[in-house]
């Protein structure tokens, strides 16, 4: 019989001893694959609930955190500030485009008057929007519900809309309904799984206005609700705060910056110790306390030495025993690594709260030109997403509502409405711009890629956050007045 058995080589003898020796004495493997076990793996117990499991276990929790540190952190607090100016800045436009002019300009008239008194709160449309967004950062959702007012209540259109906070929906409250639908932290669903109702709370049970805080709760049918939140998983139904994955990183900033300044007025100040060597001066001392304590009826021990401090004046001087000598304790200064350390925090809640670095802090020391104009393009385009989620979401729920209580009260006559309601209410949503940071030479390839044939002006105004047939009439209106006036200031320029 032939033997046919290869030679072993020298790296699989090698390998055989390195995994004997590793199971004799527990080595770790000195290369871990992202499912193992060891190494950097092997203390690490992640969390793998279900979108609604890991969120809704600790949602007060969470939510909580967040509105204490937005309180106590000024960069956080104008980071929501700036993500709002961006999303919505001077508010987001509607330009109806119904093709029957006149019905047109009935309706954005109409509209135009309304928004000033949208807001069941008393504020205006544009206001209602910059808190719904600061709301749906800051404690991961909210809710716009509508209220159908009477005529007499004196509204061009009898309709109205709610801002109702996170905290007036329960999340703890699950329950299985008869009629084989179930509640799921505080929102409804029936037995095909589609949302019907969400259960709130009448009033909100964190606000210190409340003098009889009622915890009952009432039915709002879903049809009557927007529930704006961002959505990271299928099947997700309540909101996460916007800068829960670096809210530990801004508490962490937040402790270190007060323990420096504290390090800080303790340099500041002068601290020194009296040293003795001579014995008799301490006893002389302690039946000097002896004296003074039983003069002033004071029945307590002498102080110890050492335990209570004296304080010295400006200009005054120190008169010491015998044998005794003053020496000036000198405080560590500021932290040198302060600077950096604060940065790299930064740098994290900016990621967090998804803006650059530069716009999260303000500090823009060591950036060149080229740097901030690429972080500022990938902010438009988070901006830009942002702007497109709130108008689908927010905007559409807003319009259509105001659209149908128009026609319903008698205010729009519109006879097939019921029929036509794509072609009546056919709208433009036009969402703020921003400013250029090159003018001059961002115009240019504007009208570059205009002149190319693979941009339009149409495209270029609402970049800029303008609709193209308001600035040809405008454009027309100036040339209409100039021509009046006998003035052209196109050919004077």
């Given at each position: 019989?032939?033997?046919?058995?290869?030679?072993?080589?020298?790296?699989?003898?090698?390998?055989?001893?390195?995994?004997?020796?590793?199971?004799?004495?527990?080595?770790?493997?000195?290369?871990?694959?992202?499912?193992?076990?060891?190494?950097?793996?092997?203390?690490?117990?992640?969390?793998?609930?279900?979108?609604?499991?890991?969120?809704?276990?600790?949602?007060?929790?969470?939510?909580?955190?967040?509105?204490?540190?937005?309180?106590?952190?000024?960069?956080?607090?104008?980071?929501?500030?700036?993500?709002?100016?961006?999303?919505?800045?001077?508010?987001?436009?509607?330009?109806?485009?119904?093709?029957?002019?006149?019905?047109?300009?009935?309706?954005?008239?109409?509209?135009?008057?309304?928004?000033?008194?949208?807001?069941?709160?008393?504020?205006?449309?544009?206001?209602?929007?910059?808190?719904?967004?600061?709301?749906?950062?800051?404690?991961?959702?909210?809710?716009?519900?509508?209220?159908?007012?009477?005529?007499?209540?004196?509204?061009?259109?009898?309709?109205?809309?709610?801002?109702?906070?996170?905290?007036?929906?329960?999340?703890?409250?699950?329950?299985?309904?008869?009629?084989?639908?179930?509640?799921?932290?505080?929102?409804?669903?029936?037995?095909?799984?589609?949302?019907?109702?969400?259960?709130?709370?009448?009033?909100?049970?964190?606000?210190?206005?409340?003098?009889?805080?009622?915890?009952?709760?009432?039915?709002?049918?879903?049809?009557?609700?927007?529930?704006?939140?961002?959505?990271?998983?299928?099947?997700?139904?309540?909101?996460?705060?916007?800068?829960?994955?670096?809210?530990?990183?801004?508490?962490?900033?937040?402790i270190y910056e007060e323990n420096e300044l504290e390090r800080k007025k303790n340099s500041s100040a002068t601290y020194a110790t009296i040293q003795s060597t001579d014995s008799s001066v301490m006893s002389e001392l302690g039946n000097d306390i002896n004296t003074f304590s039983q003069d002033n009826g004071i029945t307590s021990q002498p102080q110890i030495m050492g335990t209570d401090p004296a304080v010295i004046n400006k200009g005054s001087v120190v008169h010491l025993y015998p044998g005794e000598k003053l020496e000036?304790?000198?405080?560590?200064?500021?932290?040198?690594?302060?600077?950096?350390?604060?940065?790299?925090?930064?740098?994290?809640?900016?990621?967090?709260?998804?803006?650059?670095?530069?716009?999260?802090?303000?500090?823009?020391?060591?950036?060149?030109?080229?740097?901030?104009?690429?972080?500022?393009?990938?902010?438009?385009?988070?901006?830009?997403?942002?702007?497109?989620?709130?108008?689908?979401?927010?905007?559409?729920?807003?319009?259509?509502?105001?659209?149908?209580?128009?026609?319903?009260?008698?205010?729009?006559?519109?006879?097939?409405?019921?029929?036509?309601?794509?072609?009546?209410?056919?709208?433009?949503?036009?969402?703020?711009?921003?400013?250029?940071?090159?003018?001059?030479?961002?115009?240019?390839?504007?009208?570059?890629?205009?002149?190319?044939?693979?941009?339009?002006?149409?495209?270029?105004?609402?970049?800029?956050?303008?609709?193209?047939?308001?600035?040809?009439?405008?454009?027309?209106?100036?040339?209409?007045?100039?021509?009046?006036?006998?003035?052209?200031?196109?050919?004077?320029?």
């Open positions: 019989m032939s033997n046919n058995t290869k030679p072993k080589s020298l790296f699989s003898v090698l390998g055989k001893a390195y995994t004997a020796i590793g199971r004799a004495f527990a080595l770790e493997p000195l290369f871990n694959t992202g499912g193992s076990n060891g190494g950097s793996q092997r203390l690490y117990s992640p969390q793998n609930g279900g979108p609604n499991a890991n969120i809704v276990a600790g949602f007060g929790r969470i939510r909580s955190y967040s509105r204490d540190v937005t309180r106590k952190i000024p960069e956080l607090d104008d980071g929501y500030d700036t993500r709002v100016a961006n999303i919505i800045g001077k508010g987001i436009r509607g330009i109806p485009m119904c093709k029957d002019e006149k019905l047109r300009e009935q309706i954005k008239n109409l509209w135009n008057e309304w928004i000033l008194d949208a807001d069941y709160d008393g504020f205006d449309l544009d206001s209602m929007d910059r808190i719904l967004v600061r709301e749906r950062d800051e404690a991961g959702e909210v809710f716009l519900r509508v209220i159908y007012r009477p005529m007499s209540a004196g509204l061009v259109v009898p309709i109205q809309f709610q801002v109702i906070e996170s905290e007036c929906l329960d999340y703890t409250y699950n329950e299985t309904l008869k009629d084989g639908g179930r509640i799921i932290a505080g929102i409804e669903f029936n037995k095909q799984n589609q949302i019907v109702a969400y259960h709130f709370f009448k009033n909100n049970p964190t606000d210190v206005a409340v003098i009889n805080k009622s915890f009952d709760r009432i039915r709002v049918p879903a049809d009557e609700i927007c529930h704006y939140f961002k959505r990271s998983r299928a099947g997700q139904l309540r909101g996460s705060p916007r800068a829960y994955a670096g809210q530990m990183q801004m508490r962490d900033l937040m000036v304790t000198k405080v560590a200064e500021s932290d040198p690594n302060y600077d950096a350390y604060i940065a790299g925090k930064n740098r994290t809640a900016a990621k967090a709260m998804g803006l650059s670095y530069e716009t999260y802090s303000g500090d823009l020391r060591g950036n060149s030109y080229s740097g901030i104009r690429v972080a500022k393009n990938l902010e438009e385009i988070k901006f830009g997403v942002d702007q497109d989620e709130f108008i689908k979401k927010v905007k559409r729920f807003v319009w259509q509502k105001w659209f149908d209580q128009a026609v319903v009260s008698g205010i729009l006559k519109i006879p097939d409405y019921a029929s036509r309601k794509s072609y009546y209410t056919a709208i433009n949503w036009q969402a703020p711009g921003w400013k250029y940071i090159n003018p001059l030479q961002e115009i240019n390839a504007v009208a570059a890629e205009i002149n190319a044939g693979i941009s339009t002006r149409t495209i270029a105004a609402a970049a800029r956050g303008r609709d193209f047939a308001e600035l040809q009439a405008q454009i027309a209106a100036e040339r209409a007045i100039e021509q009046q006036f006998g003035n052209d200031a196109a050919n004077d320029a």
